[in-house]
């Protein structure tokens, strides 16, 4: 199947009108200029390759639509991944987190999250996009190097980010703006609320050591089935040097410019918030993805709690990336396939996975049509996709 007349996006480049040929789900051949009697004419649309999302926290939204109304999960599964090759993303890590003293604790358990995990790695196989998982872990959840043992073991976990939501450091170093929101989530006094911040902050500070036995551990475990290890929220240079050390090699939102720079130092990637990127700033204050890209610090997007964000980002940041529209799609395909191990995808590039997107630039930028190893997953309209339908059926008839 031939796609031609589009402007085609490489790592390095952009061909201005060229085409491409898919052949088994694969990238077959790239031509610099277009073909005659193309199965798709992009007629000067963008074809970008298709977006990696490390983080993504929608899957609980969508099975929990509002506090203590449940939905199914496999219809869950299936709403959340149209969303997905909506937004011209073609293969997502579903962030999973085992906190069960957290906001959403009772979506955040062992039970609960176990269940999600094996729910999403039984679907796959009918899923529209490539679906893993990334399991987020609590430093101070007590199970967590017996957990990870027993779903890394098993297959079920691509990616493990550690966590630490501790009050007065990360994402979390203003107690008293922390304690006002408790107090007005919960109903009790600002000073309840900070006694309650306080005992936490004793209660991480007895167990300091043991945790970091606990983390070098789950890391070399990780280590030995090769799934990545990130590490989330770095706020210092201390605490880089610690996931460092440990053998996590991804900073994932780094909360301050200092931890980035380090991270970068260190040849970790640092990855941040595509809402955050498109808007420049953090809803929580914290670093802004485009003074990381500024700084040249930032490596990975990821689509956080918003997947739409992924392209109009990309398109944002190109205005200022010093390799233009290639450099800025790096950041949600060629950087993420690599920190991932993904040696199969994340370029357009001959021999690799055919997992495209079909953009422009309309308004904030929209995705028109997503492929998924070779296969349409998402078409809006735009481009004319009779003739690969007609082709389909013929190859039928032919068999």
Not at 53 to 77: N, Q, S, T
Request: net charge negative.
């Amino acid at each position: 199947m031939w796609l031609s007349d589009f402007q085609i996006v490489l790592s390095d480049r952009v061909i201005e009108s060229g085409a491409l040929r898919i052949e088994d789900g694969l990238i077959a051949e790239i031509s610099e200029t277009p073909v005659a009697n193309a199965d798709i004419v992009g007629n000067g649309l963008l074809l970008l390759p298709g977006m990696i999302d490390m983080h993504g926290d929608m899957i609980e939204r969508e099975i929990e639509p509002r506090p203590g109304v449940r939905m199914p999960m496999d219809m869950g599964l299936r709403d959340l991944d149209m969303k997905l090759a909506t937004a011209g993303i073609t293969t997502a890590y579903a962030s999973l987190s085992f906190a069960p003293g957290s906001t959403y604790g009772h979506m955040r358990s062992y039970d609960f999250t176990s269940a999600l995990i094996r729910a999403v790695v039984a679907a796959r196989p009918n899923l529209l996009i490539d679906h893993r998982v990334h399991a987020r872990f609590e430093v101070t959840f007590p199970a967590a190097l017996s957990v990870v043992k027993e779903l890394v073991g098993e297959g079920s976990v691509d990616l493990v980010s550690l966590c630490d939501h501790t009050p007065g450091q990360g994402q979390y170093r203003d107690l008293d703006l922390q304690a006002a929101n408790i107090s007005r989530n919960k109903g009790i006094s600002p000073e309840a609320a900070m006694e309650q911040l306080q005992q936490r902050i004793r209660d991480r500070k007895e167990t300091a050591g043991d945790m970091t036995e606990t983390l070098r551990a789950i890391t070399q475990y990780c280590a030995m089935h090769g799934v990545p290890v990130a590490s989330h929220d770095d706020d210092t240079v201390e605490k880089v040097t610690l996931m460092d050390q440990l053998g996590a090699n991804i900073s994932e939102f780094p909360v301050t410019l200092e931890a980035a720079e380090e991270a970068h130092r260190r040849g970790m990637l640092n990855a941040m918030g595509a809402p955050n990127a498109l808007r420049g700033q953090s809803y929580s204050g914290n670093l802004s993805a485009r003074d990381a890209h500024a700084a040249g610090i930032l490596d990975l997007l990821a689509a956080d709690y918003h997947p739409s964000a992924m392209l109009p980002a990309v398109l944002v940041l190109a205005q200022t990336d010093p390799d233009g529209l290639a450099g800025a799609a790096r950041l949600t395909s060629r950087n993420p396939a690599r920190a991932l191990g993904l040696e199969d995808r994340g370029e357009i590039r001959v021999g690799l996975r055919a997992d495209l997107a079909v953009a422009s630039r309309t308004g904030v930028g929209q995705v028109h049509a997503t492929f998924s190893r070779g296969r349409i997953v998402h078409a809006d309209g735009t481009l004319d996709v009779s003739a690969v339908g007609r082709r389909h059926e013929h190859v039928i008839r032919m068999s």
